[in-house]
């Protein structure tokens, strides 16, 4: 038999001025199962939990309802105080009679009234509350860092600095992504590589970090604080633990017509190469289809002049699989392919290009080395025309709806740094908006236009053509209302990034959700914006959506603050109202993980007894208990009521209601 | 007919949401008749915007607009600034009473599916 | 804010369900900002209002509740990243039940309210009362069996 108790708060006058406290308690009395009912001033006092637990205790409750203020506010309190009588904590229900009653109604009779139902409504729940226990999950003291850019970088090595071992997985040969292409960075011009570089080298020499280049996550299984995660350790046919970074072999090379993927295809590489000089780790790759031994079985040159007997031509891919606490995705941005623009001439005219590889004909270490030079004739430009949005805020199907955020500052870096390289230059940018929000971004714009003298032109351009060995930019000047063609020797366009497109195997193995245009959902736009809805799982940088340096920085960091508050725990506390299926009845259709946010349900086959003697073996829902965030969305969805939330559940919802609705 | 009535018109015709121009200015950057015309693409899908109709129905761009629809393909946010164009010469032949097919002898059936540009070709050629 | 005059022969019977996450902190606004509606709403707390399960709202007619308001994040805000997504289908569907079964389609109301709309849910629930006082009693679906002490 049920014994419950009721405990009415006046909240000083907040409730008692308009509900009738002391009535509440006494019609409450007399309930079905009720033993005890009691009002007082204020119950979250130190004297009225007091109260609560020695009723607890002397009168043997099995259950209580507090009538006070909303649970959002003191249900901590009063499961805390259950506890320390010896009672279930989650045996306690709150009956909202300030929030909900007192505060929005004026009449007392009515608001008593209420206040009788609400609390009856909460008695009629915690009949069927059952005693729960929030589980206890270990963690894991080691954090995942998919992506070696600056975004993992920065995450890598603010967790490693709190003590914790970071593994960072990159698909490439070195870490460093994208930033390492870049020559400056807006708003300082300061050289991207001297900025980062140091950073790089910071995450090779750290104790703590451990860097697992030409690799890719392969599987992973578990859940926060447990994921055990495998690794391809692709074959670089290079001993790792050898090769020195001489760069002998590189010399050597026969096989020199490979495209340098690094200088975006703009010059070419031999076969066995660094990707570039201050590459971590500083290690030679082969590429086995550029390869002469690969695909002509004559060669092995590299093997004859290495020193250390680092080639390997043998080498296979390897598999190193890992336990982790936390994951942090941070795989980055590519630039979108230009089939779709053909418009703007990328594909038949050498000179028209897109920003990144003008990054590449502007740094010093790249094919012109920082010299601009055209790529078709090698002659220097004399009018450079920049067309931004290129791709970006197109909703006609060819490209991307979004705004790319970092194209109205870099072309503005660019235009700048071609002005003050090459003062005999002319530049134009067309733009549609120019969209600088940052701290000193826009003065950087304006730097631009008013004191590098670039010609900002408000309009798209509709047609790039080659005549004569020029390059014709027709484009509308809609400030003027005409339309324009400038003759130009080198055209840039700001091209849309998207999410590098291995993101969606990814997400799909981590089981974070991901939107239309491939970038990871963030749990909470405004208030958990670092966080997956998957527990545990961490976005940094482009991957979560377009941003710029400075803002993936922070992001990493923040990224990091969060990690290290999961790694510094023991023992994770799991929620205990979490979904649970009813075994007999689940007959396994699926359609609850297909709803499941978090992917927390997965299937088991069982062996059941059917009577007789005989078993059968059926396949039936599984929840895991740490994974689940307890929404319920599967409770409803299950097509035979199997499937119901501990805490919340159906019979408790609908208890609720009749206890509402009875007259 | 109303300036409501008849802006609601163009908007039907055109079939194009001008609410979804960016303004960026590319249907003008792309025209190959820009010069001839008085009023640019760009101002058209703009102007029907802000519910200046008269002037459409007054300029001649409409007669200058090789309806080639370089606007339309090149256009980022999918609206047509040639299917303003087509549907104000629409407009403009209609009123214009002279044909041999009268507008209202269309079925309104018609008057949806048909593309604007083959009914203005159909006015002209029946016009004796 | 438009008070709601009471028919003093008809109070309705309102069940609400709020979400934890959104609606009902919203509701707590109200409070806590005195924004006034009427006594005949009562909240029934749900994590999300995707844990809303249409036999609830079927029960809750059954039981003599006059009308049913769901209350949820609003679209793309859900705390749970998609549970208000499934609420609106299954809404949707639960709809047109109701239209088959014959009762009013504004008896049943589904509102994203967010946890800041403390006037937005004290004028959804006055504007929802009103609504449901002038359709007058639901009786499509009383439960006609025995009751206890009857």
Not at chain 1, 571 to 576: A, D, H, Q, R
Not at chain 2, 84 to 98: S, Y
Not at chain 3, 86 to 98: G, K, N
């Amino acid at each position: 038999m049920q014994r419950i108790g009721v405990f009415i708060c006046w909240c000083g006058s907040n409730i008692a001025a308009t509900v009738d406290v002391k009535r509440v308690a006494e019609t409450i009395k007399s309930e079905p199962g009720v033993v005890f009912a009691e009002n007082y001033q204020y119950m979250c006092s130190e004297n009225g939990q007091q109260l609560i637990k020695q009723a607890i205790r002397e009168h043997n409750l099995t259950g209580i309802v507090v009538g006070a203020c909303s649970p959002r506010m003191h249900e901590v309190t009063f499961r805390k105080a259950a506890e320390e009588a010896g009672l279930n904590p989650y045996m306690v229900e709150i009956a909202n009679i300030r929030e909900h009653c007192s505060w929005i109604h004026k009449d007392m009779e009515e608001a008593t009234e209420k206040a009788v139902i609400l609390v009856r409504t909460a008695i009629a729940k915690v009949k069927l509350n059952a005693p729960l226990t929030a589980g206890e999950s270990p963690v894991t003291k080691r954090a995942l860092v998919i992506g070696g850019g600056i975004a993992g970088i920065q995450a890598a090595l603010d967790i490693a600095e709190a003590g914790f071992k970071v593994d960072i997985v990159e698909k490439n040969a070195t870490i460093g992504g994208r930033m390492a292409q870049l020559d400056k960075t807006f708003p300082t011009l300061d050289c991207s590589a001297c900025i980062l570089t140091p950073k790089m080298v910071d995450c090779a020499q750290h104790e703590n970090i451990d860097i697992l280049s030409y690799s890719e996550v392969e599987d992973v299984k578990g859940f926060v604080g447990n994921f055990h995660v495998k690794i391809r350790r692709k074959a670089r046919y290079v001993d790792e633990t050898k090769c020195t970074g001489c760069k002998l072999c590189m010399e050597k090379c026969p096989s020199k017509k490979g495209l340098n993927e690094f200088n975006m295809n703009l010059n070419t590489r031999t076969a066995i190469h660094i990707p570039f000089a201050q590459a971590i780790p500083n290690v030679a790759v082969i590429d086995s289809t550029q390869c002469l031994k690969f695909k002509t079985g004559k060669c092995g040159i590299c093997q004859k002049f290495c020193e250390v007997g680092a080639i390997d031509f043998t080498q296979q891919d390897t598999f190193v699989e890992r336990q982790y606490g936390a994951i942090v995705v941070a795989t980055g941005f590519k630039p979108i392919a230009l089939d779709n623009f053909n418009e703007f001439g990328y594909a038949d005219n050498k000179d028209v290009i897109t920003s990144l590889e003008l990054e590449r004909l502007m740094n010093a270490a790249g094919p012109t080395n920082g010299v601009l030079l055209r790529p078709s004739d090698g002659q220097h430009p004399h009018v450079v025309t920049f067309i931004q949005c290129v791709g970006s805020r197109d909703t006609s199907g060819c490209g991307k709806p979004y705004c790319s955020k970092i194209c109205c500052m870099y072309t503005a870096k660019h235009a700048m740094m071609i002005r003050e390289k090459y003062p005999d230059t002319e530049v134009h940018v067309f733009y549609i908006d120019v969209r600088t929000p940052g701290k000193n971004y826009d003065e950087f714009h304006r730097r631009a236009v008013e004191q590098y003298g670039v010609d900002y032109i408000k309009g798209m351009v509709g047609k790039v053509y080659n005549e004569n060995g020029k390059l014709m930019v027709q484009g509308a000047n809609l400030i003027d209302n005409e339309q324009v063609t400038i003759e130009s020797d080198l055209v840039v366009l700001a091209t849309a990034i998207e999410p590098e497109p291995s993101v969606r195997k990814v997400a799909t193995l981590l089981t974070a959700s991901i939107d239309t245009n491939n970038f990871l959902t963030e749990s909470h736009a405004k208030l958990r914006p670092v966080e997956s809805p998957t527990a545990g799982v961490y976005l940094a940088g482009v991957c979560q959506g377009p941003k710029d340096i400075p803002e993936t920085v922070s992001q990493a960091s923040a990224c990091a603050a969060k990690v290290i508050g999961l790694l510094v725990k023991d023992k994770l506390k799991t929620n205990p109202c979490v979904a649970m299926p009813d075994e007999m009845m689940c007959n396994g259709c699926s359609q609850c993980a297909n709803v499941c946010a978090y992917g927390a349900i997965t299937y088991l086959d069982k062996e059941f007894r059917i009577g007789g003697g005989k078993t059968e073996i059926r396949r039936v829902a599984s929840v895991n208990p740490a994974v689940c965030q307890g929404c319920g969305a599967c409770t409803v969805t299950c097509p035979s009521g199997a499937m119901d939330l501990k805490g919340f559940s159906s019979k408790q919802i609908m208890s609720e209601v009749d206890a509402i609705c009875k007259k | 007919m109303t300036k409501e009535e008849r802006m609601e018109n163009l908007n039907r015709l055109s079939g194009t949401d001008v609410k979804k121009c960016m303004k960026c200015g590319k249907c003008s950057g792309r025209c190959p008749a820009f010069k001839d015309m008085d009023i640019k693409p760009h101002q058209f899908v703009s102007m029907l915007a802000r519910g200046k109709v008269d002037e459409l129905l007054e300029c001649d761009a409409i007669w200058n607009c090789l309806s080639c629809m370089a606007c339309v393909e090149r256009c980022p946010r999918g609206v047509a600034p040639a299917a303003v164009v087509e549907a104000v010469r629409d407009t403009v032949v209609r009123m214009q009473g002279k044909n041999g097919i009268k507008a209202e002898e269309i079925p309104p059936i018609v008057d949806e599916l048909i593309p604007q540009q083959l009914l203005v070709s159909a006015y002209r050629k029946y016009n004796k | 804010m438009q008070e709601v005059t009471e028919n003093k022969e008809f109070t309705p019977n309102i069940v609400a369900f709020c979400c934890n996450w959104c609606s009902y902190a919203g509701a707590d606004l109200a409070g806590s900002s005195r924004m006034t509606y009427p006594a005949n709403v009562k909240i029934i707390r749900v994590p999300c209002s995707c844990r809303v399960n249409p036999t609830f709202i079927l029960k809750a007619y059954q039981q003599g509740a006059d009308g049913v308001i769901i209350c949820g994040c609003h679209p793309g805000d859900c705390h749970y990243v998609t549970g208000n997504y499934y609420t609106r289908r299954r809404i949707a569907l639960l709809f047109s039940m109701l239209n088959y079964m014959g009762i009013e389609k504004e008896r049943t109301r589904l509102e994203w309210v967010s946890a800041a709309e403390g006037q937005k849910f004290s004028a959804v629930m006055n504007d929802f009362v009103k609504t449901i006082t002038e359709l007058g009693e639901n009786k499509r679906l009383t439960d006609l069996r025995v009751k206890e002490g009857e």
